[in-house]
């Protein structure tokens, strides 16, 4: 760990302490205004005392993973602390990092990554809502039935799923469930998304009810295939119904990106509490007027890990 991710470590329960203030200066609104407040995490990358160390690609990749837990400690500590409340938190996949077993039974005779993850994101203090990212999968070597199976045994998360809330959607999509994330198939690449035929189908009766839209999942658009059945597949969709999607959402990649309208609707990449515990994105919705704001994006150092704390500007 070097210098500066160690202090922005040891500044993350100040950075707290400070915005529970700042917040409620900044973001000033009451039940009455129709505005609520919703955060996103990705990448948190939770591990336990199976994890190998070492086995990862680099320095930087080596210590921060043996970070993750007080980095998504503090990250949701910090949402905890805001008021106005933080009503809900989606977390954009790479929910832990990867299995120490291929044996279904493994996970409930040990205390493992997952029961530490789920242990950290129980102290959130509103509903958290997981989506599914590359390392909470392992295609080559684990079943993604078995995947699914342990998402509902000890999530109760479906492999895709959509919160209804405030007149609004909140879909968290899964691009492992195509052709790509087959080992059988002949297209099969694991670093090439795809959400397969039924997925689709399941999207679009979603956004056909017009209402206004977020979507979640984890690889950027970038690396997602754009159509999967002739002309039908992911990117058309998002651009047939772009008056009603309010962004995208990926992660994956580590790193805060902003593809704008390259997909049709707006489309970020969300940086990882692996690697910054500020890296969270704070959501206000104005139901009356119809419109959005990220609130720290000021505070984005895009292209990079990092993010400040959230504070007034």
């Not at 609520?36 to 005392?49: E, G, K, P, R």
């Not at 977020?214 to 002739?230: K, N, S, W």
């Not at 609707?265 to 990220?294: C, K």
Request: charged share 20%; proline share 4%; aromatic share 14%.
């Amino acid at each position: 760990m070097d210098r500066r991710q160690f202090n922005m470590l040891a500044s993350a329960s100040l950075g707290s302490m400070l915005t529970r203030k700042l917040w409620a200066e900044r973001a000033v609104a009451t039940a009455a205004s129709g505005k609520f407040y919703f955060a996103l995490v990705a990448d948190t990358h939770i591990i336990d005392d199976f994890y190998v160390k070492g086995s990862e690609n680099g320095v930087e990749d080596n210590t921060s993973i043996l970070v993750t837990t007080p980095r998504l400690t503090a990250a949701r500590d910090l949402i905890n602390s805001l008021n106005p409340a933080i009503e809900q938190v989606f977390l954009v996949g790479d929910y832990f990092h990867n299995y120490p077993s291929t044996d279904y039974d493994f996970y409930f005779k040990n205390t493992t990554r997952l029961d530490h993850a789920k242990a950290i994101t129980d102290g959130f203090h509103m509903p958290v809502h997981l989506g599914f990212g590359n390392h909470d999968y392992d295609v080559r070597h684990v079943s993604r039935d078995m995947s699914h199976r342990l998402f509902k045994a000890k999530f109760n998360a479906d492999p895709y799923s959509v919160l209804d809330y405030k007149g609004y959607k909140f879909i968290h999509l899964n691009n492992f469930l195509g052709s790509t994330q087959d080992h059988t198939a002949a297209d099969f690449n694991p670093g090439i998304g795809s959400l397969g035929e039924e997925q689709l189908h399941w999207f679009e009766a979603q956004l056909q009810q017009r209402k206004p839209t977020f979507v979640f999942i984890h690889y950027p658009l970038i690396q997602d295939v754009a159509t999967e059945c002739g002309d039908y597949g992911l990117h058309p969709l998002l651009r047939k119904y772009q008056d009603n999607i309010q962004f995208v959402v990926a992660g994956h990649m580590h790193k805060w990106i902003d593809f704008a309208h390259t997909y049709g609707p707006q489309h970020y990449v969300m940086a990882a509490t692996r690697y910054d515990p500020n890296a969270y994105m704070l959501i206000e919705v104005d139901s009356r007027r119809g419109t959005w704001r990220f609130m720290n994006a000021d505070l984005v150092d895009w292209s990079t890990h990092y993010s400040k704390p959230y504070r007034a500007s």
